[in-house]
């Protein structure tokens, strides 16, 4: 819809603790759970224009928690449930590192493991993505740091897990605290001008009704008398 050579923006979403559930080291599809507020919210960003992108540390693929093949059963399942809300994902990227692991060759130190930054520039590359007109969310500091240090305006969602210990008073810090994805996703749209809700908890803008598409806006492409 917008020009090829335009710059893209995106979200950057952590995905344990801030779009699902998060038992701490997730390999059971069955136990992918959507949170509060991201099957509304996430579709009023895509509205808004943004990609939608995921960067998650998966230090349990290090650890030898889990196996590369386990994390791609979860995140097939995660598109399957987002994609069944009408949301996209542009790109999805993962860092299985961690210099403590025990499965080589993960168990080194690596750019891509947040608060680095290393896959916000690697999207940034792929897709054409303009960092500083992005925005970053997560439930925890590394979330970000990780998208700050990147240039990306950021987002703390608190209400999921407690295990931020921000702020620090300094060019790290969030730019907001939300208590669920609604409130972050509230926040971005009046900072980027777009329309609100009319009240709360009413859908967003521009939202199908629930259960079906939207209607058709005149009676004109009815059936024939
Ligand atoms: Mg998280």
Sequence with gaps: MSPSNAPRRAIFLDRDGTIIHDPGYLSDPKAVVLLPGVAEGLPALMRA???LIIVTN?????RGKYTVEAYETVAARLEELLAAEGIELAASYYCPYHPEGVVAPFNI????RKPSSGMWHRAAADLGIELTASWSI?????????????????????GNRDKWPLPLLGPVDPDFVARDMREAVLYILRAEGVALPDGP???FPGAPFPGGPSPEPSSAEGPPA
């Design 58 to 62: 998966q230090s349990g693929i290090a």
């Design 138 to 158: 997560g439930d925890g500091e590394r979330d970000i740091v990780g998208g700050k240090r990147a240039g990306t305006r950021g987002i703390i969602v608190a």
């Design 109 to 112: 130190e690596h750019e891509d």
């Design 201 to 203: 908890g009413a859908p």
């Design 49 to 51: 224009g943004f990609d």
